[in-house]
């Protein structure tokens, strides 16, 4: 089992997120929700995060080739 932490959210906010799920299946709370949310978020910056970094690599890497640097 995971140990859980609590996170403060507007009232505003977790009245969306609560609208937005009643009646569905999938979620059980808002907490579960929200938990999906932001580990789907967090997985795609990551990703992103990882080809920006390969990018910048690759182009570092062609300067110095244009530099004479690297063959």
């Not at 990882?50 to 640097?69: F, I, M, P, S």
Request: proline letters at 0%.
């Amino acid at each position: 089992m995971f140990d859980l932490k609590n996170v403060e959210l507007s009232d505003e906010l977790h009245a969306r997120i609560e609208s937005r799920i009643k009646g569905k299946s999938e979620f059980d709370s808002v907490s579960g929700y929200v938990e999906v949310a932001l580990t789907r978020l967090l997985d795609r910056l990551e990703r992103s995060t990882g080809t920006q970094k390969k990018v910048d690599e690759e182009k570092v890497k062609g300067r110095l080739r244009a530099l004479g640097y690297i063959d």
